[in-house]
């Protein structure tokens, strides 16, 4: 089943008196449980497109369904609670709340959700050992080396059971051995639970992870592929 369709999905924008097109007329179908990893050099519109998808951003012109959703026709307050309960948003810079404890930081989407204290608590704790972060929870995010805070990130994405994860440049902050490991986790993750991955990335040892890659040069897709 599709997750994702985008027809004719264009993206432009004012710089100064020139009109600048980052993502120019992508049609683009996601399946359910796919991992889908998009490639191409900086300026590509790869991160662009990846906050289309992901509802952060709106296109200019084109249509985008998400989980049969049209984005663009909710009210702020409707597309804000839409991706609450239907996405996870993985960073390269971990985006995490420093004023927050690692317990805190994962626990505050599920505060959204209006969940009890109980079922909070026990989602938290059952993602932290997931991520093997038990005995963290106290823990600032300062206090944490950045495989660590990446681990904090993925498990505030999935810590609502997302059908969606986004992630932009997920190991572009981290050591090679490290997003190694991170991108594993968050596959092992998409297996278990069967959240949709889509990410962007210009490190061709990154895309290995993904079942399809979508590559993109000038805002345009110029390949397609899945990999077996």
């Known amino acids: 089943m599709a997750l994702i369709q985008a027809e004719g999905v264009q993206k432009q924008y004012a710089l100064g008196k020139t009109q600048v097109v980052a993502v120019r007329n992508v049609d683009l179908t996601i399946q359910e449980g796919e991992r889908v990893c998009l490639m191409g050099p900086s300026g590509s519109g790869k991160s ?23 984005a663009s026709k909710l009210s702020d307050a409707r597309l804000s609670e839409f991706r609450n309960r239907t996405m996870g948003f993985i960073f390269q810079n971990f985006n995490l709340i420093p004023v927050l404890s690692v317990f805190e930081n994962i626990e505050y989407p599920l505060l959204l959700q209006r969940l009890s204290p109980r079922s909070r608590r026990d989602r938290v704790h059952a993602i932290l050992a997931k991520v093997k972060l038990e005995g963290y929870e106290k823990r600032s995010p300062e ?8 681990r904090v990130s993925i498990a505030r994405a999935l810590v609502t059971n997302p059908k969606l994860v986004i992630a932009d440049e997920p190991t572009a902050s981290l050591d090679h051995a490290t997003g190694q490991t991170i991108m594993e986790l968050m596959i092992e993750m998409n297996r278990s639970a069967g959240s949709t991955l889509v990410f962007a990335t210009h490190d061709p040892t990154v895309a290995e992870f993904a079942n399809r890659i979508v590559t993109m040069v000038d805002g345009q897709v110029v390949e397609d592929r899945s990999r077996s």
């Open 48 to 70: 662009t497109l990846l906050n289309i998808i992901g509802c952060i951003d709106k296109a200019s012109e084109g249509n985008l369904l998400v989980d049969g959703e049209d």
């Open 143 to 150: 206090r944490l080396s950045g495989g660590q805070r990446q």
